[in-house]
């Protein structure tokens, strides 16, 4: 079965030559003075693990960011597609998608659900605060 071993929010990530994932400024909130409220950009960064069995088998995976109404807000999509590992290793990939422009029509709370093959394997919190100001 395919996991989500790792998943969050961060302004900036990238993974090395020797396969290192780095992460700076992880966070699960936006502070803005008004809405709507616009980040400039963002990136969720996941780390997905499978079985040996899940190996040379297509997957689907799908990233959707729902407010707490339960409105879809966007939804992007794709195939996955694990190797074979060496023996002894398990399969393991880290994945980062890169979001630009991202707009919060109102304060509050937000999800960005990961579904795995239909199925939701995990959720990252976003919360959207409102900072008055001075």
Same mark, same amino acid.
């Given at each position: 079965?395919?996991?989500?071993?790792?998943?969050?929010?961060?302004?900036?990530?990238?993974?090395?030559?020797?396969?290192?994932?780095n992460?700076?400024?992880?966070? @699960?909130?936006?502070?803005?003075?008004?809405?709507?409220?616009?980040?400039? =950009?963002? =990136?969720?960064?996941?780390?997905?693990?499978?079985?040996?069995?899940?190996?040379?088998?297509?997957?689907?995976?799908?990233?959707?960011?729902? @407010?707490?109404?339960?409105?879809?807000?966007?939804?992007?999509?794709? @195939?996955?597609? +694990?190797?074979?590992?060496?023996?002894?290793? =398990?399969?393991?990939?880290?994945?980062?998608? =890169?979001l630009?422009?991202?707009? +919060?029509?109102? +304060?509050?709370?937000?999800? +960005?659900?990961?579904?795995?093959?239909?199925?939701?394997?995990?959720?990252?919190?976003?919360?959207?605060?409102?900072?008055k100001?001075?």
């Amino acid at each position: 079965m395919v996991q989500v071993a790792l998943a969050l929010l961060a302004d900036c990530a990238n993974i090395s030559r020797e396969g290192k994932l780095n992460i700076m400024g992880i966070f @699960d909130r936006i502070n803005a003075s008004n809405v709507p409220a616009t980040h400039p =950009q963002l =990136q969720l960064v996941m780390t997905l693990e499978a079985d040996r069995g899940d190996a040379d088998k297509e997957h689907k995976i799908e990233i959707e960011l729902i @407010d707490a109404d339960g409105t879809k807000l966007f939804s992007i999509g794709g @195939d996955l597609k +694990f190797g074979s590992p060496l023996p002894g290793e =398990q399969i393991r990939i880290n994945h980062i998608i =890169q979001l630009n422009n991202l707009n +919060f029509n109102h +304060f509050g709370n937000y999800d +960005f659900k990961i579904r795995i093959n239909n199925e939701v394997r995990k959720s990252v919190p976003l919360s959207v605060v409102e900072v008055k100001k001075a």
